[in-house]
């Protein structure tokens, strides 16, 4: 059993946990996930590792509330404990030599690039950090994101935070004034992500992308994780989850990620009516 040590909202439907795992604080890296489940027959579901802190034994976790697992994950309150916590699991991200990246996060990706961003600024690298959202009031980890930039972009569909616009917009922006990218790290929606490659490839900038399939295991047995990179099949899981985001089939990763859509979406508001009975 896990235990929660923290929970805080940080909008309507993304929430920040806290959670007592002082083996995976001691060797979790940026780009690294653990698989949970909420209770002992709960579904296992990943997440990234958002930050750790090993001398407190803590590993903190950022969710958006989208599915059934989630949602009851989101009724827990600090004091609770989760069943089960695995990792690290995939591989780190390879962050070493690079000395001026841009680091792109879209909605609740940001969540997954800002350890990213705190791994490079901490190895002495020039962090430019390109974060967007549909508007101002989804923004999350504003504060974490200018503490370990040296340069901070906002964007927002709608123009009411930052720059109206898309992530794209403001690294073509950036790549003409002079911006010498070494490297761009790019995290969240796939269609974001694959028309971020689409630009850097333009421009020839090495991309590294996250990919988040469907997962169950997390250890390559089941393959539900596979995605195709320069031809090959590759499970997200053991050979990820980054990947040079320029060999990625991001539209075969689309149709495969809508696969179980119309399930999810019952077994969230089977998941939701149960609760409010549970209220009343």
């Known amino acids: 059993?896990?235990?929660i040590l923290s929970k805080?909202?940080?909008n309507q439907t993304v929430t920040r946990m806290n959670?007592?795992?002082p083996l995976i604080a001691k060797k979790a890296k940026a780009g690294q996930f653990i698989i949970l489940r909420v209770d002992e027959n709960g579904e296992r579901i990943p997440l990234t590792v958002a930050g750790t802190d090993e001398t407190n034994g803590t590993v903190e976790i950022i969710f958006q509330v989208v599915?059934?697992?989630?949602?009851?994950?989101?009724?827990?309150?600090?004091?609770?404990y989760l069943s089960d916590f695995v990792g690290p699991l995939g591989k780190p991200t390879e962050l070493e030599g690079y000395k001026n990246v841009a680091v792109i996060g879209g909605g609740a990706g940001c969540a997954i690039a800002l350890p990213e961003a705190r791994a490079l600024h901490k190895l002495g690298a020039r962090v430019t950090s390109i974060v967007g959202f549909r508007n101002r009031d989804l923004v999350i980890l504003e504060k974490e994101f200018l503490e370990c930039s040296d340069q901070f972009v906002r964007m927002s569909d709608d123009g009411s935070w930052g720059e109206h616009g898309l992530v794209t917009n403001a690294l073509e922006k950036l790549i003409l004034s002079g911006g010498k990218f070494d490297c761009v790290i790019a995290i969240g929606p796939l269609i974001m992500m694959k028309f971020v490659c689409e630009l850097t490839k333009k421009y020839n900038i090495k991309t590294i992308c996250s990919m988040n399939p469907i997962m169950i295991d997390g250890t390559g047995m089941c393959g539900c994780c596979r995605v195709m990179v320069d031809g090959k099949m590759k499970f997200a899981c053991v050979d990820g989850p980054d990947f040079d985001g320029h060999q990625i089939d991001f539209d075969s990763a689309m149709l495969r990620n809508t696969m179980y859509r119309?399930?999810?979406?019952?077994k969230y508001?089977?998941?939701?009516?149960?609760?409010?009975?549970?209220?009343?």
């Not at 059934?68 to 827990?76: D, S």
């Not at 119309?262 to 019952?266: G, I, L, R, S, Y």
Request: charged letters at 40%; proline letters at 2%; aromatic letters at 8%.
């Open 19 to 21: 959670i007592e795992a």
């Open 67 to 80: 599915g059934a697992t989630t949602e009851e994950l989101n009724h827990k309150n600090a004091g609770d």
């Open 1 to 3: 059993m896990f235990k």
């Open 269 to 280: 508001e089977e998941t939701c009516n149960l609760f409010k009975k549970e209220v009343k």
């Open 8 to 10: 805080d909202a940080l």
């Open 262 to 266: 119309p399930w999810e979406k019952h």
